[in-house]
């Protein structure tokens, strides 16, 4: 029982996180300090940083401009894709809201999270970089990923598009070795109920951010697992 407690990296890690993101904020803040002062500081950075960005676009490498596009959406409240969560554990990031420069957002509800409920009875939750091979086992199996469906909101794929893809074509894909590359962060947890975690790194293009994470949160759940220690010592000597 005690591991199962251990084991839970959701609810409890969370809010653990959410707990030292707020000790550290109090933290680097001096007493006294002025919070005016301080956004003042950071709409400047605010405002510098946009004005690099813009000039930087301008020169980028088309890959790189289309990540940076890809990571551009709105996440307001009322977004679908608020309070989900992704394959690690932690905040669902962005799969791509400018695919191939279409103007168009992935995922069921065009607003580029691969964010899911009971309505998405396809779990649209995998966000991958497609390929030539995986496209074409798409149109194999009679699901063509290729072609433009204006009405259904779908710009039409090449190799390079992130997009967010069926739990179980990616699964499908995967069995007969041409399931293509995909972005951990940009996951929803539902994956999971489909494939392992184990599997989903070994196609991750964020492996290396991705095992940061883990790491954090592994050592989280070991600071947890002592605490649980400490506290059965108190309880029953």
């Given at each position: ?15 653990i ?29 605010v405002?510098?940083a ?12 088309q890959?790189v401009k289309t ?5 551009e959406?709105d996440n307001?409240?009322s977004s679908s894709?608020v309070?989900?969560?992704n394959?690690l ?6 799969c791509?809201c400018n695919?191939?420069d ?5 995922g ?7 964010s899911?409920?009971?309505v998405?009875?396809g779990?649209h939750?995998v ?7 995986f496209?074409?086992?798409s149109?194999l ?15 039409g794929l ?7 893809v069926?739990a179980?074509?990616?699964v499908q ?6 399931a ?17 975690l184990?599997v989903?790194?070994?196609y991750?293009v964020?492996d ?8 954090r949160?592994n050592?989280?759940?070991s ?14 000597g």
């Amino acid at each position: 029982e005690l591991l199962n407690k251990i084991m839970m990296p959701t609810s409890t890690l969370r809010r653990i996180t959410s707990l030292i993101s707020a000790f550290t904020l109090l933290a680097v803040v001096p007493v006294g300090a002025s919070f005016v002062s301080h956004s003042y500081t950071t709409s400047s950075r605010v405002t510098r940083a946009n004005t690099e960005k813009e000039q930087w676009t301008t020169t980028a490498p088309q890959q790189v401009k289309t990540q940076l596009k890809c990571a551009e959406c709105d996440n307001d409240e009322s977004s679908s894709s608020v309070g989900q969560y992704n394959v690690l554990g932690t905040p669902l990031k962005p799969c791509c809201c400018n695919v191939g420069d279409s103007g168009i957002a992935t995922g069921f509800w065009r607003n580029g999270y691969c964010s899911t409920s009971s309505v998405d009875t396809g779990v649209h939750t995998v966000c991958v970089e497609c390929d030539a091979d995986f496209l074409a086992f798409s149109r194999l199996v009679n699901n063509d990923l290729m072609t433009p469906n204006p009405e259904k909101r779908f710009p039409g794929l090449k190799p390079g598009d992130r997009w967010c893809v069926c739990a179980d074509r990616w699964v499908q894909a995967f069995k007969v070795g041409m399931a293509p590359k995909l972005y951990l962060e940009s996951c929803h947890e539902k994956t999971l109920s489909y494939v392992s975690l184990d599997v989903l790194m070994k196609y991750a293009v964020d492996d290396k951010a991705s095992a940061t994470i883990l790491e954090r949160l592994n050592g989280q759940r070991s600071g947890l697992e002592h605490l649980f220690e400490l506290e059965d010592e108190y309880i029953f000597g």
